[in-house]
C-alpha cells in the first residue's frame, strides 16, 4: 500500500475501488465531467491542493485530458502532481463494448500498472504517522453526525477550519482525517462550544 498525504483526484468510482487497493488516502471522484459544474467539489479539490497537495490521475483518452486541463486551470494555488497512465488498449470487464478510442481507462489497468505510474511521477509513501482515528463513531459522539443540530454544527466547525461549507457528513470525516487526530476534533469541538457560550 502507498501511504498518501496528498488527495488522489480520479474520474469514477470504479477507478476509486480499484485505487483502494494500491493506495491508503483519500481519493476523490470527479464524476466524469461532472466537477465541470461542482463548486462544492472544486472547492474541495482547492483546499486539498493547499493543505496536502493533489495527485491527478485520470485516464489517458481525450475525455480524461480535457477534465485533467479543467482542474489545473481552476486550481490556481497549491501542489498538484500528474500521474499518466499508458496508453493500453482494451475493454473494462464490466463493459460491453471498448473506450471510443479503444484505450482502457485507470479501471481496467494492472495495479502493477498504476504502482509503476506513481513510480514515475515520483511518489511513494509519505512519512505521515499520524493515526486515522477520527471514526464515523467520534463523529456521532461530537454531535457532527446523528443529531437534530449536526448539519449546523458541521457547518460551524467547517467554517472554523476553512472548508467548503457543503460537505456531506462522510466526507468532512475523510477530510478531518488528513487534518488531525480525534483528540485535536475535540479540542477543536470544545473551543467551539465556548465561543458559542460566550455570545
Sequence with gaps: M???EQAVIVEGKYDKIKLSSLIDGV???????????????????RYYAEKTGIIILTDSDNA???IRGYIKGAIKKGSIVNVH???????EKRKTKPSA???????????????????????????????????KLTMFELG????????????????RLGLPSMLS??????VLNT???????KEHMAALKEAENDI
Design 2 to 4: 502507498i501511504k498518501l
Design 27 to 45: 481519493i476523490i471522484v470527479t464524476n466524469g465531467f461532472g466537477i465541470f459544474k461542482d463548486k462544492e467539489k472544486l472547492e474541495l479539490l
Design 64 to 66: 480524461g485530458r480535457k
Design 101 to 135: 478510442e479503444g484505450k482502457l481507462g485507470v479501471e481496467g489497468v494492472d495495479v502493477d500498472v498504476l504502482r509503476d505510474a506513481f513510480s514515475k511521477a515520483g511518489i511513494t509513501s509519505s512519512e505521515r504517522t499520524a493515526p486515522k482515528d477520527i471514526t
Design 85 to 91: 497512465i499508458p496508453d493500453i488498449f482494451g475493454k
Design 169 to 174: 457528513a462522510g466526507a468532512l470525516l475523510e
Design 144 to 159: 457532527l453526525s446523528g443529531g437534530n443540530e449536526s448539519s449546523i454544527l458541521r457547518k460551524k466547525l467547517q467554517s
Design 179 to 185: 487534518m488531525m487526530t480525534a483528540a485535536e476534533l
